[in-house]
């Protein structure tokens, strides 16, 4: 690589072009050692790179577990661990609660109000004016269900069955059907190849004779 940040020409040993971003690129930086053996790992083969690391706030946000859990965790074992782990497991709650995924969530908890020991209200017994609204209503709904009867059907004046008799007895009979056949077989039907009886014996007037005599041209 060239030592200024400028563009290095092909060469003998390395036949391409070496651009002024890549020289820039390839400049360590400071405090940069390189080491020939690569990075370095324990005996158990962790890299001490990843040992070293400092996470993200958006990492130590993740890893803490679900707020619900640590509620239910303390509720189940309030009786059984010490206060020490106790207030161990309220510093967590309290973490959890502050982490931005719960809120993204809306699962915070207002951890200042009382969550145990909750006051039950008690159910308010019935007024008389209540139990008279309710005995009412039983009474509409116990009521039998109306039947709606239809209406009924409007029918013109009656005959007796003498004067319908000729039209049943019209109605009963067969229909006749049309008979459909050749339109040759028609009497009203002529053939438009067959000349006419009447055409050959036509006597052509006078001025059919002159208006059928051919023209003279004139030459040329």
Same mark, same amino acid.
């Given at each position: 690589m060239g030592k200024y940040l400028g563009m290095d020409h092909p060469t003998a040993s390395f036949p391409y072009t070496i651009p002024k971003r890549l020289n820039a690129l390839s400049r360590p930086r400071r405090g940069f050692i390189?080491?020939?053996?690569?990075?370095?790992?324990?005996?158990?083969? /962790?890299?001490?790179?990843?040992? $070293?690391?400092?996470?993200?706030?958006?990492? $130590?946000? /993740?890893?803490w577990p679900w707020l619900r859990r640590l509620i239910l965790v303390k509720k189940m074992y309030r009786n059984k661990f010490d206060q020490e782990r106790l207030e161990k497991l309220d510093r967590m709650i309290e973490a959890s609660n502050a982490t931005l995924y719960s809120k993204l969530a809306h699962c915070t908890v207002d951890l200042k109000k009382p969550q145990e020991g909750k006051e039950i209200k008690k159910k308010k017994g019935w007024s008389e004016s209540d139990w008279k609204k309710h005995m009412d209503y039983l009474a509409m709904v116990a009521a039998p269900k109306r039947e709606f009867q239809p209406p009924p059907v409007k029918r013109g004046k009656s005959v007796p069955l003498e004067a319908l008799l000729p039209r049943i007895k019209e109605i009963s009979s067969p229909a006749d059907f049309k008979c459909y056949r050749r339109q040759s077989k028609e009497v009203w039907y002529k053939d438009p190849i067959k000349v006419q009886p009447a055409a050959l014996k036509y006597q052509i007037t006078d001025r059919t004779k002159k208006l059928a005599a051919p023209r003279s041209l004139h030459e040329g």
């Amino acid at each position: 690589m060239g030592k200024y940040l400028g563009m290095d020409h092909p060469t003998a040993s390395f036949p391409y072009t070496i651009p002024k971003r890549l020289n820039a690129l390839s400049r360590p930086r400071r405090g940069f050692i390189e080491a020939s053996d690569g990075p370095g790992y324990t005996q158990s083969g /962790i890299r001490k790179s990843a040992l $070293n690391g400092q996470p993200s706030d958006r990492v $130590n946000d /993740i890893a803490w577990p679900w707020l619900r859990r640590l509620i239910l965790v303390k509720k189940m074992y309030r009786n059984k661990f010490d206060q020490e782990r106790l207030e161990k497991l309220d510093r967590m709650i309290e973490a959890s609660n502050a982490t931005l995924y719960s809120k993204l969530a809306h699962c915070t908890v207002d951890l200042k109000k009382p969550q145990e020991g909750k006051e039950i209200k008690k159910k308010k017994g019935w007024s008389e004016s209540d139990w008279k609204k309710h005995m009412d209503y039983l009474a509409m709904v116990a009521a039998p269900k109306r039947e709606f009867q239809p209406p009924p059907v409007k029918r013109g004046k009656s005959v007796p069955l003498e004067a319908l008799l000729p039209r049943i007895k019209e109605i009963s009979s067969p229909a006749d059907f049309k008979c459909y056949r050749r339109q040759s077989k028609e009497v009203w039907y002529k053939d438009p190849i067959k000349v006419q009886p009447a055409a050959l014996k036509y006597q052509i007037t006078d001025r059919t004779k002159k208006l059928a005599a051919p023209r003279s041209l004139h030459e040329g």
